[in-house]
């Protein structure tokens, strides 16, 4: 997710608590795997229970260390022995939030980091089952794999195979410098954590097949950060080929957003790199070979925090980059003219996203006002309208409000809109389901993760569980086929001139009027 660190997810499990989730006790009994799959690298073996075998930790490139560092993947060094894929590899180094429970944190860490899980109920490899890719969020500075909710058994029980994997963070894998462009034979920088997801998909397309997988049907899959990583890899070139069809859920797309910029410039990004490494008392050509030698800790630790204030949101500097060649161009321009990869598609967002992360933006009404011509130019007095504010109070609402509407709600609208001239089967969703009727964070960012991967440590009560099969079962059919109605659910195909959208709330519902804009 984009960024929960106002309502951490030790918070959300307590909330869920109280909505009516039950904590079980205990956990699925696994053994190991008599089973035995090669890869290219290697053989591998995992663990089996429950109707589901699981292989975790397997390597997909080498790790990203020493020389390595900041330089695009490469294959992992080949086994000859079964190597026993029994437990998570380390996450990639992040700051760690200290007021998250266990449940939240991805565990151990480490610059050797390039690892992937999957799940896959296939009992041989001729079963040929959909395969769904999935990418974590975190604002592009935080996650894992590991994370306890990505766990992928319950999507896989419903007849899939999961795959979820680790990308570089922060500036181990996002950082651009004028002299890492220029050892670079394509003169770019940066997007090594996107580089790193493109070669797990390779990986994937390779290897799925020993797994059970068809890698004639994979669908990438993300949230937040990784949403807007899925929105990356469908604008550019390099991942074309390797993957069906996509889900995108809470992706801000916008290079200048009303609240949050998700994207950077190649010369904004090369300039912040230089001052990064400035301020770690490195500059001029030897810059990267003197920082190569630094500990990735380091390098962690001299990251701006984001979650100290609100307005960091803005100074992400660790993010994709326009490097004219992984991301050739502004996105948001791919998608108006036409040009990205024209696959079948869900997309949307949640009613409230900005609840958990428009939060302490410390603006006065004189304040609020300034921001919204700033940001908005002629289109001002019509954005105050909409969202008016008399007092401070008020502007932090509407700002939660804002967010919601553009940076997430307008991104995803406008993203069905330019592929549903591309694709017909391109679907526009908005999930409602609010867990908390009595709280104010609404169907907050990330909330409805619960009820697709819906963990085995909980069981939703009866409301909960009829929204998260009816997810479950819509996200899988759409992974098999391309579309996800079937059973009770209507889901029409997004048009600009109808503008049908699916409502997720209790009961699935076809709606208009996704947006008043």
């Not at 998909?201 to 994979?218: E, M, S």
């Not at 190649?266 to 810059?287: N, W």
């Not at 389901?433 to 909330?447: C, N, T």
Request: with cysteine.
């Amino acid at each position: 997710m984009i960024r929960n660190y106002r309502f951490p997810l030790s918070l959300i499990m307590i909330v869920l608590l109280l909505a009516g989730f039950i904590l079980l006790t205990g956990c699925t009994s696994t053994g190991t795997d008599s089973g035995v799959v090669r890869t290219e690298s290697g053989p591998v073996s995992g663990t089996s229970g429950d109707g589901i075998r699981a292989y975790l930790g397997i390597p997909y490139a080498a790790p990203p260390t020493g020389d390595l560092r900041w330089r695009p993947p490469v294959p992992a060094q080949p086994w000859q022995s079964t190597r026993k894929t029994t437990a998570y590899g380390p996450a990639c180094p992040q700051v760690v939030q200290s007021d998250r429970s266990s449940e939240g944190q991805p565990g151990n860490m480490s610059e050797d980091c390039l690892y992937l899980n999957l799940w896959t109920p296939a009992l041989s490899p001729d079963e040929k089952l959909p395969v769904i890719v999935f990418i974590h969020g975190g604002s592009f500075l935080q996650g894992g794999g590991s994370i306890p909710l990505y766990n992928g058994t319950n999507l896989a029980k419903k007849g899939v195979v999961l795959v979820n994997l680790n990308y570089r963070l922060g500036a181990l894998g996002f950082l651009a410098h004028p002299a890492l462009a220029n050892e670079s034979q394509k003169n770019t920088s940066g997007n090594y954590g996107l580089q790193d997801q493109a070669a797990a998909l390779k990986w994937v397309n390779k290897n799925i097949a020993g797994f059970g997988g068809d890698p004639d049907r994979i669908t990438i899959f993300g949230e937040s950060a990784g949403a807007t990583s899925v929105l990356v890899h469908l604008a550019g070139n390099d991942t074309r080929g390797l993957y069906r069809q996509a889900i995108v859920e809470s992706g801000p797309l916008w290079t200048n957003g009303s609240e949050i910029n998700i994207i950077s410039s190649k010369a904004e990004a090369e300039q912040y790199g230089a001052e990064y490494a400035k301020s770690l008392g490195y500059e001029g050509p030897d810059a990267i070979r003197n920082m190569r030698s630094l500990d990735a800790w380091t390098l962690v630790n001299a990251t701006p925090d984001p979650a100290s204030t609100f307005w960091k949101v803005h100074t992400l500097r660790f993010k994709p980059t326009i490097d004219g060649w992984l991301i050739p161009e502004d996105p948001e321009k791919i998608f108006y003219e036409n040009r990205q990869n024209p696959v079948p598609l869900i997309i949307g967002t949640n009613t409230d996203e900005g609840s958990t992360l428009a939060v302490n933006t410390g603006l006065n009404v004189s304040q609020y006002k300034q921001y919204i011509h700033e940001h908005f130019d002629e289109y001002a007095p019509e954005v105050l309208k909409k969202y008016p504010a008399t007092t401070s109070e008020e502007v932090q609402l509407q700002m939660k409000r804002i967010m919601t509407d553009v940076d997430f709600s307008a991104a995803a609208k406008f993203v069905a809109g330019s592929q549903s001239k591309l694709n017909p089967n391109t679907y526009l969703y908005r999930f409602s389901y609010v867990m908390l009727p009595d709280s104010s964070l609404g169907a907050f960012h990330g909330e409805e993760l619960f009820f697709i991967f819906r963990p085995t440590s909980i069981v939703p009560d009866p409301a909960g569980a009829r929204v998260s099969d009816m997810m479950m079962d819509t996200w899988v059919r759409f992974a098999k086929n391309g579309d996800p109605a079937g059973g009770n659910v209507t889901w029409p195909q997004y048009t600009l001139e109808k503008g049908q959208y699916l409502d997720i709330g209790i009961n699935p519902v076809v709606k208009t009027g996704y947006l008043f804009f």
